[in-house]
């Protein structure tokens, strides 16, 4: 049973409930996720030269129309991925070392989405970076909470059975384990086979299916008056409840209030905090933070004195 909803103002009117999509199957219990890590964060030195350089080698591989409406490259971002602005087209750009099959996988899978701003072309692999290009979104307009819910369930729905990668949770922690000293590996490598163990023999409420596996407000731009969600590298399929899990984070952090939440649950369908695998999740997600914060501090050059202390919370993950 779920929890109840908190109450919506007086004049707020109750949405229709969307019809539950068909609910196929997850993982056997007991069965090990494999983790493998095809979108490995950037080493040392990687970042806006080289996806540029990345691009300008990646253009005449590209279909004809897609070089005929480039234009001058603008940068965007540039952190874990680079990316750009090149005319008509968003250009993204993955270090070294990403898996272009892992990321053909999520295009072809979403294919002829209209819930997701998909890449046009396979992606094209270079030695400075594996390049996509999906069509520009340059609306800004904020899209709230209540909006983001039921896109959420539209792309939830209209994808259900798509041939989407496997959820791999926890895939970079060996990578970034890997040049810390012994003691520290393998307390993080120790967290996460616990934490995959319990994944995998977690009943899901909602079913598994294709998720988003980043869910946000920043994450929607609009194409006109449509609302597309970006951002699809962690499309997967994986318990629904994976993208729900990060509002409901949101909600305890105060970040979202209960009104703004209860007009996504409602948007939705679903309130996710009545599951019993929600703290599992929150779990999963602190841990998928450290390794994070463990990369940034190398990428920007800060001491790891911290870790210590904060791996004395992860001896015993559950």
Partial sequence: ???????????????????EPAVPAGPAPGTRLAAPEPLPLPAPGWGLPEAVRAWRTAVPHLPPGVRRRAGDLEPVSALTTVVLRCGSWAVKVYPPGTDPAHVEQVRAGL?????????????VSTPDGVVTVAPWLGSSDPVGWAEVGALLRRFHDDHASAPLPPWQPLSRVASQAAALPAEQAEVLAGARDVLLEAVAATWSELGWGAVHGDVSPSNVLLDGAAPRLIDLDWAAVAPRELDLAPVARR??????????????CRAYGHDVRGWAGLGL???VAELGGLV??????????RDLG???AELRHWRHPL
């Fill in 1 to 19: 049973m779920t929890s109840p909803l908190p109450v919506a103002p007086a004049d707020t009117a109750e949405p229709a409930v969307p019809a």
């Fill in 111 to 123: 294919r002829g989405s209209r819930t997701g701003a998909v890449a046009v072309a396979a992606p």
């Fill in 251 to 264: 909600l305890r952090s105060g970040e979202v209030d209960a009104t703004t939440y209860a007009a996504f």
């Fill in 281 to 283: 999740l929150d779990r």
């Fill in 292 to 301: 994070f914060r463990i990369w940034d501090c190398r990428h920007r050059g």
């Fill in 306 to 308: 911290w870790l210590s």
